[in-house]
């Protein structure tokens, strides 16, 4: 069976063509066909479908109208959870930065060493930049947006910027890793991170979880402190050999 796309400016988009070809319709085109859905059900609705819109069509060439139409709603009524796209994709962007934070403070607490820390972070992140909400965002050009909304975007950036640098410097003083320039270190990370949302595929042949592992793995090599024996056969840090 093929994959189907969920393509703007075709009925073809709206739950009655699932169902009337015999499939089973996404449970977000189906919100709205319920009246007795609540109205937080339906928000969400709207922000998957805008999120698969932005990524199939792009952000700039998707249209409120397109959104309405792949939920079988009128704008009026759309306009009824959000005024506009850029609503839109600022909650996006929200709820994907809100996932990647929930996590940071569980690293901080849970994870040990520096190191550690930081391939938590990278596997988190990873796991982010194969849903709807964090590759979306991710293809974004800034310039389409408002200076008000590319300063909120731009300060989300910032706040994760900065766990990360402080896991890797943390890692640097406790010698899991190799001494370098934490800021060059997080920025190589970080754009290592952000070019998954351009090539990853859902029904591609490795899973979000395979990625996600093997993105923490190779990318943690590369900061890992080299690791020796002492005389009693005690793993140390080569931090610990300089002392």
């Known amino acids: 069976m093929g994959k189907i796309s969920i393509v703007a400016g075709s009925v073809k988009s709206s739950a009655l063509f699932f169902m009337a070809k015999g499939f089973e319709a996404p449970p977000h085109l189906k919100a709205f066909a319920d009246r007795r859905r609540d109205p937080a059900s339906k928000r969400e609705a709207v922000l998957h479908t805008a999120a698969q819109l932005f990524i199939e069509k792009s952000y700039s060439r998707t249209s409120m109208n397109d959104v309405a139409e792949c939920l079988s709603i009128t704008k009026p009524a759309l306009y009824h959870y959000f005024q506009n796209k850029e609503q839109i994709l600022l909650e996006c962007y929200r709820l994907g930065t809100g996932l990647i934070e929930e996590t940071l403070n569980e690293i901080a607490d849970h994870c040990g060493s520096g190191v550690k820390k930081v391939e938590a972070f990278i596997y988190s992140y990873a796991n982010v930049m194969t849903i709807n909400y964090g590759r ?62 351009q090539w990853y595929e859902p029904d591609g042949a490795l899973s979000a979880e395979e990625i996600a592992s093997q993105f923490a793995r190779t990318l943690t090599q590369g900061l890992a402190a080299k690791q020796s024996r002492d005389r009693k056969g005690a793993v140390v840090h080569e931090k610990e050999l300089s002392k």
């Open 136 to 197: 979306c965002v991710m293809r974004l050009d800034e310039g389409d947006l408002s200076e008000e909304a590319r300063t909120e975007v731009r300060r989300y950036k910032r706040k994760i910027d900065r766990r990360l640098r402080g896991f890797i410097q943390e890692g640097i003083d406790d010698g899991s890793i190799t001494p370098c320039d934490a800021k060059i270190a997080a920025f190589s990370i970080a754009g290592a991170l952000n070019w998954i949302c």
